[in-house]
């Protein structure tokens, strides 16, 4: 697995280099077209005791589809874990045209 780290980081680097950009329904979002891979960052709903917010919704998508959510505890913590998740996106893509046949999905 050691062959896969320059992939990773070839891969981390690109999807750092993609700016986040604010929606009014959203707090941000990325796109990834390489990746083929979208998040949303939602806006945590707040009580009305005026608390912090318990968890910050991230919501993922492949191919304009919806794969997931996970939940961060602070907003660096859902930009980060988004980060992570396209980035994992476009590796698995990046494997599976650099081996067909491995059966990686």
Known sequence: MTT?????E???RHVAGIE???????????RCSAAKA???V??????????????WPVLLYRD????????AA????????????ITDQLVALQRKATWPDAGIS
Do not use: M, N
């Not at 896969?4 to 990773?8: I, K, T």
């Not at 939602?42 to 968890?55: F, H, I, Q, T, V």
């Open 4 to 8: 896969d780290l320059p992939l990773y």
């Open 10 to 12: 070839a891969a981390r």
């Open 20 to 30: 986040w950009k604010q929606d009014q329904r959203f707090v941000c979002y990325k």
């Open 38 to 40: 979208h998040v949303l």
């Open 42 to 55: 939602a806006r945590p709903r707040g009580d009305s005791a005026g608390r912090l917010p318990e968890a």
């Open 64 to 71: 304009r589809e919806k794969a997931g959510t996970i939940e």
């Open 74 to 85: 602070t907003l660096a913590g859902a930009l980060g874990l988004a980060d992570a998740w």
